[in-house]
């Protein structure tokens, strides 16, 4: 059969016809079409032509197949559907491209199939183009018939009344993507349920609509904090200004709308926006609307040349940039130009076009280069500026190495060896990188800090003079230098240390006060390793005895074998229970060697020991660790501040703080939230003055709190020791100092034995303290002393020996000198006594013929004190009224009090007030002695509040509380005693310590008070905005520790309730969130400057973590604390007791970087043997 079989019949001239030889139907078979049936083919194309002749216009393409097709399939066209199957199987991937090139390449001609070529090469244009259509249709038709696929309506026009089609031919697809294809699916919804077809006018169809619209009707509403918002926001708008004149009194302002012109114009003439209006307008080519819009169209060109220009900042941007130009030396304007870049780059920037700022990416890093860029340029003009290099440094920190840092501090301090700040902040950098941190390494840095700074002081480096303040930021630095071997474990070097600079200092030979600080240092180095006792031993004469001694031959020892039984303890007695798991062991013996082992290790000559003798080397402390710290004191003020600050560190109570630059990387305790006494006794509640810091001996975990009440008998004995050295030293005064500090500190261990209501201990302690303080009052000095007889009689009062304190209150107010209101102690002692019996009144029902009230009228009298009979006279009353009230007046209009130049001034002060208000409250009422408080508050406040905050930072000593802070503290505590006793609002309490805290926000006392007051009230939301507010205004990082104690308070509170096992409970505090509030708090304070390196902050944090279980979370958060504090021991300590799991690691990571691990894991190995 030919290839178009329409014309099959038809043959070439001269070949015999179709059916001839087998031979030719052989050759001409791959041209054959079985399926053809040519009664079909010509009906089918009659059909076509007649359609075509009658409809002029065709209708939209639809592909259809026709019933009758369907219908009449034969046998035959079944076995070519298999074969066609087999066909399409190998050539799936061209199918579609092959139907369309038959389709295009089928053409009929009334010749034979053979010569299609001759017959085209004949034909003419126009009727081959007529043939190659009817041909095409003929063959597309026939071919879609037989084999069931699409054909277009065009072509059968019959079939149009009822055509459709049937696919029984599965789409392997919906099995490979297991769903329709989307392009299968329709994309219109009915509505109604009508059936399709039976109402035209019920019918009604919905088209969805384009997947871009669907996303933006699915979209959510933004918020206020979205990207395109805040944009939006930060976006300035247009500035409407009145053009009337100010006496037009308009009921509204007019705004007068400028015409602006096509952008697109704008944008073709000025497309930098680099010319000013009028240019702009003549390059367009129109007039300019004069002079009166100009104010309004100053931004136009910016604004239409697509540069979003926020007017404000960019004036800000030109100011900076021309006060840095005109004067290059203002320190000033470049830092705020560097703080100016944080605001700049919050807003759209004022140089990018459009697409720039939508592009733009406001990255830390972009912030940081223009800083340094900034700096540099400042630097260029200051080269010899310290401030400039401390900020490109803290610039630099952020994205450069370690070492990188290292190295440019090394630089700095290398060009600037004679600033003490420099040196007190290049230590901290160097103590806080954990990568380099070693303990012998840091000691070291201290050790050439202080030699540099003491040869600078002594004149011995000739380059560089010494700077004001050297002196006070030397000791600062040494006192900073004890703390940190403190905390790392080393506690014998940190003894030592103060030791040798005690000696140094106040028992230096004549001979040698005028050699500089490293020629007295060489001969201070035989006397120590001469074995000779030194301050706190037995038998320390000091150095200059020594010396006097060498020159006239030596001493002649003689032994003294030493009676006292030693509280030695067996080291397998500190095993107490071998069951322990291995981390509780070894926690309890290192905290047993650390209370125990803090003194340095000498061999005892009377026991002919060596130092061979001793069991741990690290005990014994060379002169090569103290030589280079050792420095010279000259000022008495300093002499006297390091002796107080030696007594803080072994844990005596003293009227001096540490240094404020000091105070947090030391503060690891978590006693500052502890109210001594404070709910029981209000009044006269003990304010701790070292809480925040452990003591010497005592390095306590946090979940198991302080286990052993001050210090073991060395210890004690040790203290005792220093006293008595001290003695020789002093007279007066400061001897009387010194005995109110000794006698404070036995006060502070009876509160501590009140606390854990230990009454065995207590009764023992009681004893020894009272011999104390009655050997105290013996000698000569101290017999009329009336600070000594107040704390006596105090200590009575604790004890609970209430009669024998009253008498030991009327025998020294008997003794006293008639001063009346004109002596400070004996006010004081008069105020203290007045508040002890004021605290055991139930009501004030009575008061005014109370003890408290007898107290406080004789001391306005001029004659003898008398005891209380039980009666006050009325007339009595009003004559001592009359003289508080005066003399108060007196103290108030003279010049406003300075808190360093008359502290004695001040406490007096403070006591006529607190006097008079107590007075007034138990004669009165608590309005009057709240009046007396506000006039006194009123008057005190004369010093800006920056100035009481940084008191005491400029000379390096902190004294006593402002006389504006004390009249504040008794203040709250008398109205917390009165809502104590009676009903009283709460708001003046909360008002008084709110204010009293944003001038005073480092004042621990007032800060327990506050987060008390705060837990009895319903919500947090006052307080939490507080909190919030401090902190913000000052850099004290108590807030921070307060505001997580107040949340931590108020989730305890919240739990308990809950848990309450009483039926159905409903929360009064409906709190929810609390964890992340508390973990949101510890994440903002570690993030401030001083809560970096605070290791109590850490411990808190870590501690809660813990108690809240995430446990992993607490694991990273451990490691994050040491990277900022890696020399605190205590922090170590803690993890060990959190992650048992990993004992081994931790004490690998403590000995790897030199803390001080008194039980290796060997030594308890072999105790655990034993």
């Known amino acids: 059969m030919a290839l178009f079989p329409a014309f099959a019949g038809a043959a070439e001239p001269g070949e015999t016809p179709a059916g001839s030889s087998e031979g030719s139907r052989k050759d001409l078979d791959w041209l054959s079409n079985p399926s053809f049936s040519t009664e079909d083919a010509l009906l089918v194309h009659q059909r076509t032509t007649e359609a075509a002749n009658s409809t002029p216009e065709k209708s939209p393409l639809i592909r259809t197949t026709s019933r009758s097709e369907l219908s009449g399939e034969s046998d035959s066209d079944e076995n070519l559907k298999k074969s066609s199957k087999k066909r399409r199987k190998k050539k799936k991937k061209h199918h579609h491209y092959k139907t369309k090139k038959k389709a295009k390449g089928d053409s009929g001609s009334s010749e034979?199939?053979?010569?299609?070529?001759?017959?085209?090469?004949?034909?003419?244009?126009?009727?081959?183009?007529?043939?190659?259509?009817?041909?095409?249709?003929?063959?597309?038709?026939?071919?879609?018939?037989?084999?069931?696929?699409?054909?277009?309506?065009?072509?059968?026009?019959?079939?149009?009344?009822?055509?459709?089609?049937?696919?029984?031919?599965?789409?392997?697809?919906?099995?490979?993507?297991?769903?329709?294809?989307r392009g299968d699916i329709a994309r219109y919804k009915r509505?109604?349920?009508?059936?399709?077809?039976?109402?035209?006018?019920?019918?009604?169809?919905?088209?969805?609509?384009?997947?871009?619209?669907?996303?933006?009707?699915?979209?959510?509403?933004?918020?206020?904090?979205?990207?395109?918002?805040?944009?939006?926001?930060?976006?300035?708008?247009?500035?409407?200004?009145?053009?009337?004149?100010?006496?037009?009194?308009?009921?509204?302002?007019?705004?007068?709308?400028?015409?602006?012109?096509?952008?697109?114009?704008?944008?073709?003439?000025?497309?930098?926006?680099?010319?000013?209006?009028?240019?702009?307008?003549?390059?367009?080519?129109?007039?300019?609307?004069?002079?009166?819009?100009?104010?309004?169209?100053?931004?136009?060109?910016?604004q239409e040349s697509g540069i979003n220009v926020n007017p404000i900042l960019m004036t800000k941007v030109e100011e900076y940039n021309k006060k840095v130009r005109e004067n290059p030396r203002d320190i000033n304007a470049w830092m705020e130009f560097v703080s100016f870049q944080d605001e700049l780059m919050r807003g759209p920037?004022?140089?990018?076009?459009?697409?720039?700022?939508?592009?733009?990416?406001?990255?830390?890093?972009?912030?940081?280069?223009?800083?340094?860029?900034?700096?540099?340029?400042?630097?260029?003009?200051?080269?010899?500026?310290?401030?400039?290099?401390?900020?490109?440094?803290?610039?630099?920190?952020?994205?450069?190495?370690?070492?990188?840092?290292?190295?440019?501090?090394?630089?700095?301090?290398?060009?600037?060896?004679?600033?003490?700040?420099l040196w007190k902040k290049y230590l901290l950098f160097c103590q806080s990188q954990f990568s380099t941190f070693s303990v012998s390494k840091i000691n070291g840095l201290y050790g050439k800090c202080l030699t540099t700074l003491a040869a600078v002081q002594d004149g011995s480096m000739v380059s560089h003079p010494p700077l004001p303040g050297t002196e006070e930021a030397m000791l600062a630095i040494f006192i900073q230098q004890c703390h940190f071997l403190r905390q790392a474990g080393h506690s014998e070097k940190a003894v030592s240390l103060f030791q040798a600079l005690i000696d140094f200092t106040f028992f230096k030979p004549d001979s040698v006060k005028d050699l500089p600080t490293k020629g007295q240092v060489e001969f201070f180095e035989p006397f120590w390793d001469?074995?000779?006792?030194?301050?706190?031993?037995?038998?320390?004469?000091?150095?200059?005895?020594?010396?006097?001694?060498?020159?006239?031959g030596g001493w002649i020892a003689v032994d003294k074998p030493d009676d006292d039984d030693e509280e030695e303890i067996d080291e397998d007695e500190e095993i107490k229970d071998k069951t322990l798991p291995k981390w509780h062991i070894w926690l309890d013996i290192e905290y047993s060697r650390e209370a125990r082992h803090w003194l340095p290790w000498r061999p005892d000559k009377t026991k002919k020991q060596t130092e061979e003798d001793c069991e741990d080397p690290e005990r014994q402390v060379l002169f090569d660790d103290l030589g280079p710290s050792m420095i010279q004191l000259s000022n008495p003020d300093l002499q006297h501040q390091l002796l107080y600050s030696f007594l803080q560190f072994l844990g005596v109570p003293c009227i001096n703080k540490l240094f404020p630059p000091n105070l947090y990387i030391a503060m690891d305790e978590n006693n500052i939230f502890d109210n001594v006494l404070s709910d029981e006794k209000p009044l006269t509640s003990v304010d701790v003055p070292l809480s925040g810091f452990n003591s010497i001996g005592h390095m306590d975990t946090m979940l198991r709190g302080r286990q052993h009440i001050g210090h073991y008998k060395d210890g004690e004995e040790f203290i005792q020791n220093v006293f008595h050295a001290l003695y020789l030293l002093f007279s007066g005064k400061e001897k009387s100092h010194l005995s109110i500090c000794w006698l404070q500190y036995e006060i502070s261990k009876v509160v501590q034995c009140l606390q854990t209501k230990n009454k065995k201990k207590l009764k023992a302690q009681g004893r020894k303290s009272k011999k104390l303080a009655k050997n105290l009052l013996k000698a000569p000095d101290n017999r009329n002393d009336l600070s000594l007889w107040k704390l006596y009689a105090y200590l009575e009062w604790l004890l609970g020996n209430i009669d024998d304190a009253r008498k030991v209150f009327d025998t020294a107010l008997s003794t006293a000198e008639t001063g009346g209101l004109k002596s400070p102690k004996l006010c004081s002692l008069s105020l203290l006594y007045a508040q002890l019996e004021v605290e055991l009144l139930?009501?004030?029902?009575?008061?005014?013929?109370?003890?408290?009230?007898?107290?406080?009228?004789?001391?306005?009298?001029?004659?003898?004190?008398?005891?209380?009979?039980?009666?006050?006279?009325?007339?009595?009353?009003?004559?001592?009224?009359?003289?508080?009230?005066?003399?108060?007046?007196?103290?108030?209009?003279?010049?406003?009090?300075?808190?360093?130049?008359?502290?004695?001034?001040?406490?007096?002060?403070?006591?006529?007030?607190?006097?008079?208000?107590?007075?007034?409250?138990?004669?009165?009422?608590?309005?009057?002695?709240?009046?007396?408080?506000?006039?006194?508050?009123?008057?005190?406040?004369?010093?800006?509040?920056?100035?009481?905050?940084?008191?005491?930072?400029?000379?390096?000593?902190?004294?006593?509380?402002?006389?504006?802070?004390?009249?504040?503290?008794?203040h709250t505590n008398l109205l917390r005693f009165h809502m104590k006793i009676s009903v009283y609002p709460l708001n003046p309490l909360r008002e008084a310590l709110t204010e009293a805290l944003r001038r005073y926000p480092s004042n621990q006392s007032l800060w327990r008070s506050y987060i008390q007051v705060q837990g009895k009230s319903h919500t947090a939301s006052k307080a939490r905005r507080f909190f919030d507010g401090v902190t913000r205004s000052t850099n004290s990082l108590e807030p921070w520790l307060f505001?997580?104690?107040?949340?931590?308070?108020?989730?305890?509170?919240?739990?308990?309730?809950?848990?309450?096992?009483?039926?159905?409970?409903?929360?009064?505090?409906?709190?929810?969130?609390?964890?992340?509030?508390?973990?949101?708090?510890?994440?903002?304070?570690?993030?401030?400057?001083?809560?970096?390196?605070?290791?109590?902050?850490?411990?808190?944090?870590?501690?809660?973590?813990?108690?809240?279980?995430?446990?992993?979370?607490?694991?990273?958060?451990?490691?994050?604390?040491?990277?900022?504090?890696?020399?605190?021991?205590?922090?170590?300590?803690?993890?060990?007791?959190?992650?048992?799991?990993?004992?081994?690691?931790?004490?690998?990571?403590?000995?790897?970087?030199?803390?001080?691990?008194?039980?290796?894991?060997?030594?308890?190995?072999?105790?655990?043997?034993?």
């Not at 169809?205 to 805040?230: C, G, H, M």
């Not at 140089?351 to 406001?362: I, N, T």
């Not at 540099?376 to 994205?399: G, Q």
């Not at 003890?851 to 039980?870: C, D």
Request: proline letters at 5%; charged letters at 25%; hydrophobic letters at 35%.
């Open 842 to 970: 139930k009501s004030l029902e009575g008061a005014v013929t109370s003890r408290a009230v007898h107290i406080l009228t004789k001391l306005t009298e001029s004659g003898p004190y008398v005891p209380y009979n039980g009666q006050v006279l009325s007339v009595n009353v009003l004559k001592a009224r009359k003289t508080y009230e005066h003399a108060v007046q007196d103290y108030l209009s003279k010049a406003p009090v300075s808190d360093r130049d008359q502290v004695g001034e001040s406490n007096q002060l403070v006591n006529l007030v607190g006097c008079y208000a107590v007075f007034q409250y138990l004669t009165v009422g608590i309005d009057a002695a709240v009046l007396i408080y506000a006039q006194a508050l009123e008057k005190l406040q004369v010093p800006a509040p920056e100035e009481c905050e940084n008191t005491g930072a400029n000379s390096g000593v902190q004294n006593l509380p402002s006389a504006l802070e004390a009249v504040t503290l008794l």
């Open 349 to 421: 920037s004022p140089y990018a076009s459009m697409g720039e700022q939508e592009v733009r990416r406001k990255s830390l890093k972009l912030i940081l280069e223009k800083k340094l860029a900034i700096l540099e340029r400042a630097i260029e003009s200051n080269p010899s500026n310290v401030d400039l290099k401390l900020a490109r440094l803290k610039v630099c920190a952020e994205f450069w190495e370690p070492p990188a840092l290292i190295k440019e501090w090394q630089k700095l301090i290398f060009i600037h060896p004679n600033n003490p700040e």
């Open 1043 to 1170: 505001a997580i104690q107040a949340e931590q308070l108020r989730k305890k509170l919240t739990e308990h309730v809950q848990r309450a096992d009483v039926g159905e409970i409903y929360s009064t505090i409906p709190e929810t969130g609390l964890t992340n509030r508390i973990i949101a708090l510890f994440e903002h304070a570690i993030q401030s400057e001083n809560g970096t390196h605070c290791p109590l902050l850490w411990r808190m944090y870590l501690n809660f973590l813990v108690s809240v279980g995430k446990k992993e979370k607490s694991k990273g958060l451990f490691y994050k604390a040491i990277q900022n504090c890696p020399w605190t021991k205590v922090l170590y300590m803690d993890a060990i007791e959190y992650f048992p799991d990993q004992l081994q690691e931790t004490l690998d990571l403590m000995t790897e970087k030199e803390l001080r691990v008194r039980v290796p894991v060997e030594e308890l190995d072999l105790l655990l043997e034993v």
């Open 191 to 302: 509505k109604g349920e009508s059936c399709l077809g039976i109402d035209a006018k019920k019918q009604c169809i919905t088209w969805d609509s384009p997947a871009s619209q669907k996303k933006q009707l699915q979209r959510r509403p933004e918020r206020y904090f979205s990207k395109n918002n805040v944009k939006t926001l930060n976006t300035d708008g247009i500035p409407v200004c009145n053009k009337s004149s100010p006496s037009d009194s308009a009921a509204f302002i007019p705004v007068f709308q400028t015409e602006s012109s096509d952008p697109s114009d704008t944008t073709e003439v000025n497309p930098l926006g680099i010319y000013d209006p009028s240019t702009t307008v003549w390059l367009q080519g129109k007039g300019y609307k004069g002079a009166e819009h100009e104010p309004v169209n100053t931004q136009q060109p910016f």
């Open 112 to 181: 034979s199939d053979l010569d299609t070529k001759h017959i085209k090469d004949r034909a003419t244009a126009s009727g081959r183009n007529r043939e190659k259509e009817a041909a095409a249709n003929l063959g597309d038709t026939t071919s879609n018939l037989t084999n069931n696929r699409f054909v277009w309506l065009d072509d059968i026009q019959a079939f149009t009344a009822e055509t459709f089609r049937i696919d029984k031919k599965s789409d392997p697809a919906n099995w490979a993507y297991k769903s329709l294809y």
């Open 530 to 552: 001469s074995g000779e006792p030194r301050i706190g031993e037995k038998g320390a004469r000091g150095w200059r005895a020594w010396m006097h001694q060498q020159e006239k």
